[in-house]
């Protein structure tokens, strides 16, 4: 008797067409579907990102079954459940007769490792097959990379547009003539806003059972389960996504890069975990972005600044992590070394936006864009935190996160740590963008107007101290000539009490 393929299909890999599952003959094939210890536990994941995934998973897994496939689905508290991805193949072997493996590539170099294991160790064949929900093939991004010293994500981006013909008009020219609106997405929200909220979801029984097993094995995880919205079927995700682009969609543009005390999701669409594990195909998204624009129901701002973030940003930080390699983690380009400080796992810090960002982190699994990038994430670069850590944190504490598009997006873009080849410049600032940006500092215990004193804002002296610190790596850096230029006007002994008030500030960190 001939055996059948074994299909692991992984937990960021729940798309309707999943590249391994393709065209691929029901009769011949099981799906294996694993539930493993290893993966919640190789960081301490946010308890709603596991609880998210692993009912994602089962739900998937009924869609499966309902389409006449054999899913052979192995749940964490199974009693012979190995704890890893080579454990649950090697006894899934043992109870099908399989001569072949075939999986669509993992999302992380530790997995794609494990992947290239299974040939020696399982004795079968293996076939790895490259994961079609995304734009750019790795040829493709290696073949743009190619022989530029610099690999800037805007033109990057424009490739990405001429291939989809996204916002392109029959000239072939983007729409409006100009590729990026980048400069029309930068309002602060403040006035009187009716900001729109996400549908929150209430657990069904799988949910449910998920939570409860949750809460029971991973208590010593960070985050909270109390406020589980997520939506868990590809059902609900579209959804979700209907309602951003009814909603928020259209305001999108504006308040990109806004931030605001007591709202967590403001005009963001809330969909990356979806997009992420499979419930959602970013193209379609994007491609339903451009018809609202063609409808004329969005502003151009609004739909070029989404698709931007989709087919530009994510595509590029995919590109990046890849052609790195798996040594990208350990880059410390300015060697910062300070553990991450405590409070990033409660909250508890008297600084307003910090506080905001970290509390809402704890509670949704959920930070937005500009939280992660100007708040928590500068907050560690000027702070000098390891961006290890750093990255540990991010990695652990988002529901979207997976590594290939988290490491770059914290180590790269973020951190700084990578020497710029994601970012031309440190995304490091003082008090006063986040004052410009948000409503934080008026209920800040801190006065973000001072530098110096008992109640200056913290992220002042730290911001010159950086760049102090850093100076003979960043000095040469175009892009900070002028920051530069103000700290070496300023007089030497108000560069002194900066010194002193960043260094006081930091060793009191150290002790917290
Ligand atoms: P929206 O603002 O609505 O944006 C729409 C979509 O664009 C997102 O859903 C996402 O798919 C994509 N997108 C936007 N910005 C980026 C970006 N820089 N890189 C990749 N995709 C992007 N995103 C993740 O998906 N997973 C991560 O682990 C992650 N870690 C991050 C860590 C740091 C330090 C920073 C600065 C950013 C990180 N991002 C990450 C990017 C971005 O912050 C999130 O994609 C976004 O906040 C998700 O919320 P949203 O769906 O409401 O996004
Ligand atoms: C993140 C995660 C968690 C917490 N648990 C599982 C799991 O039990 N089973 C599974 O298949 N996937 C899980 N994942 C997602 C994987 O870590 C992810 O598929 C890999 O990191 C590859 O990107
Ligand atoms: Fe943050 Fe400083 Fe503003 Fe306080 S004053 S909210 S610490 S930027």
Redesign the pocket.
Known sequence: MSGKTLIPVLGDQLSKNISSVYQQNRENCILLMMEVDEEATYVRHHKAKIAYILSAMRHHAKTLEAQGWLVDYVKLDDPDNSGSFSGEIARALERHHINEIRITEAGEWRIMAMIENWEDRFGLPVTVCPDKRFIATHQDFDDWAAGKKQLRMEFFYREMRRKTGLLIDQDGKPEGDKWNYDSANRKPAKGKLSIPQPIRFQPDETTQEVLDMVADRFSDHPGSLDHFHFAVTRQDAEQQKRKFLDDALPR?GDY?DALLSGEP?LW?????PY??SGLLD?LDLCREVAQRYHDQDVPLNAAEG?IR??IG??EY?RGIYWREGPDYVDRNHLDAQRPLPAFYYTGDTDMHCMAEAIGQTIDLA????IQ??MIT?NFALIAGISPQAVHQW??EV?A???EW??LP??LG??QFADGGIIASKPYASSGNYINKMSDYCQSCRYDVKQRIGEDACPFNALYWDFLDRNQEKLHGNNRLAMPYRTWEWMESHTRDQIRKQAATFLDQLSKN
Do not use: C, K
Request: cysteine-free; glycine content about 2%; proline content about 3%.
């Open positions: 999108f990109q999701f963001h669409s809330i969909l990356s997009l992420n970013p989404f973030q989709i940003w994510r930080v959920y930070a937005h864009h992660r990038l994430g991010y990695l988002y979207d996160a997976y598009v988290e997006n914290t873009m973020s």
